[in-house]
């Protein structure tokens, strides 16, 4: 599966940025996906996922309430609506997909490990 990650850019704190990842070579509806970041000089982080039909999400308390999760099967697409974006948001933010499936998706899918297939990261700064 290759994921490519785009969308990312400049806004002003407040502004609104939505990222998107279209995947290639699966079948995308088996995969759950999620959204990880890592801003300079600081680890990598989850930032949200998604089960495999769309109709479960999870995201961190950082991005609560802010950031939305979506994905289109038909299109082999997810998309990160990102609003009220903070200077603390700046980051790279790469997209993953796991295989994972039942019980053992849901207890690790904040959990960097159990991705099978990551995207390049795509940046996003917001000034203040």
């Known amino acids: 599966v290759q994921l490519q990650a785009y969308g990312g850019g400049l806004v002003q704190a407040g502004g609104s940025l939505r990222l998107s990842c279209a995947a290639s070579?699966?079948?995308?509806?088996?995969?759950?996906m999620a959204w990880f970041r890592q801003a300079p000089g600081k680890e990598r982080e989850f930032v949200s996922a998604?089960?495999?039909?769309?109709?479960?999400?999870g995201y961190a308390d950082s991005v609560k309430g802010r950031f939305t999760f979506s994905r289109d099967n038909a299109k082999n697409t997810v998309y990160l609506q990102m609003n009220s974006l903070k200077p603390e948001d700046t980051a790279d933010y790469y997209c993953?997909?796991?295989?994972?499936?039942?019980?053992?998706?849901?207890?690790?899918?904040?959990?960097?490990?159990?991705?099978?297939?990551w995207g390049q990261g795509t940046l996003v700064t917001v000034s203040s």
């Open positions: 993953a997909a796991a295989s994972a499936t039942g019980i053992r998706y849901y207890i690790r899918r904040t959990r960097a490990e159990i991705y099978d297939y």
């Open positions: 070579g699966g079948t995308f509806s088996n995969y759950a």
């Open positions: 998604i089960n495999w039909s769309g109709d479960n999400t």
